[in-house]
Structure formats: C-alpha cells, structure tokens
Nanobody, 128 residues
Framework: QVQLVESGGGEVQAGDSLRLSCAASGLSFTEYHMAWFRQTLGKEREFVEREFVAAISWGGATLYHDSVKGRFTISRDDAKATVFLQMNTLKPVDTAVYYC?????????????????WGQGTQVTVSS
C-alpha cells in the first residue's frame, strides 16, 4: 500500500521560508515522478481544483508553475524516498493545503490526473 506523508507546513509571515517534506513508502520510489499540488478554499468555502506547484521526474528533471518559479525548489532524496519543496519569499497567495503526489506515467506532468497516489496534505498559511 502506497503511503505519502507530508510534513513541514505551518503559519509564517510574508517573506519567510518553509520546507515541506513528503516521505513515501510502499512504492519503488526511483521509478516514480513526484509532485506538489496545492488547494485553497473558494469564496463559498469550498475547495477549488488542485493547482500544480512543482514536479520532479525520477531522473531529476523539474517543472514549476510560473507563479513559484525562482521562489520554490523541488528536490528528491531517493535513498530516503523523500521529496522536498523549499519555499522562499512566501506570499499570502501561497496560503493553501499542499499535497504530495506520485506518478508512474511515462513522463513527468503537471496534470493531477497523471498522479495515482496522494498524501493527506499539510497546511501552509502566510500572513501579510
């Protein structure tokens, strides 16, 4: 059974940094692309569609959403079956629940439906 467990979320001020971690088990980690998505609450307090943040292929190639380029860095430690998201210069618009996801698709992708396994999420709150 695949398990993805996120940690590292919290409440910070604008301009601060956080490092998220996602520990994976139950899968051949080196054969999976890994990604981070985030989800926020809409005006009616409903969850909106998950937004792609960053992804890293099993070979180390990376993808980023334009809004986080230059601020966020995704990395992976295959020996520890863990993926990280270093988030610098955080902004209030980065406030969301951040999810780790795993994909065995033939190529790394920013599409949520390419990812078969998801963690439970970790809350990141950035105040101004």
């Amino acid at each position: 059974q695949v398990q993805l467990v996120e940690s590292g979320g919290g409440e910070v001020q604008a301009g601060d940094s956080l490092r998220l971690s996602c520990a994976a088990s139950g899968l051949s980690f080196t054969e999976y692309h890994m990604a981070w998505f985030r989800q926020t609450l809409g005006k009616e307090r409903e969850f909106v569609e998950r937004e792609f943040v960053a992804a890293i292929s099993w070979g180390g190639a990376t993808l980023y959403h334009d809004s986080v380029k230059g601020r966020f860095t995704i990395s992976r430690d295959d020996a520890k079956a863990t993926v990280f998201l270093q988030m610098n210069t955080l902004k209030p618009v980065d406030t969301a629940v951040y999810y780790c996801a795993a994909s065995s698709y033939y190529t790394v992708s920013s599409l949520p439906n390419r990812y078969s396994d998801w963690g439970q999420g970790t809350q990141v709150t950035v105040s101004s």
